[in-house]
Nanobody
């Protein structure tokens, strides 16, 4: 089992940057496929980015490609999301998630979730 705690959210102006972190406790962080998802009230939780266990392969949602970068440091049990060129439509609560199985782009592939961190982008 793994516990996930996100940090780094906040208020930023359009065009700005933020870096989210997700600290994982428990054992075997490197055995999980990891992902970032986001959700706004009344909408489905959507994929932002995923990354394989080794960190060698990442995948992004269409709306963030070229602006966001997912990475992980298995020695520090930490997942990151670098967000650049932020837009007001990026405003959401961002969640870190871990998949003990194959993982993927579907939120139902993920077993463990953090509580989320709010990102608000002002125009």
């Amino acid at each position: 089992q793994v516990q996930l705690v996100e940090s780094g959210g906040g208020l930023v102006s359009a065009g700005g940057s933020l870096r989210l972190s997700c600290a994982a406790s428990g054992r075997f962080f490197s055995s999980y496929v990891m992902g970032w998802f986001r959700q706004t009230p009344g909408k489905e939780r959507e994929l932002v980015a995923t990354i394989t266990r080794s960190g060698g392969i990442s995948s992004y949602g269409d709306s963030v490609k070229g602006r966001f970068t997912i990475s992980r440091d298995n020695a520090k049990n930490t997942l990151y999301l670098q967000m650049n060129s932020l837009k007001p439509e990026d405003t959401a609560r961002y969640y870190c998630a871990a998949a003990s199985g194959q993982g993927g782009r579907n939120k139902y592939d993920y077993n463990y979730w953090g509580q989320g961190t709010q990102v608000t982008v002002s125009s």
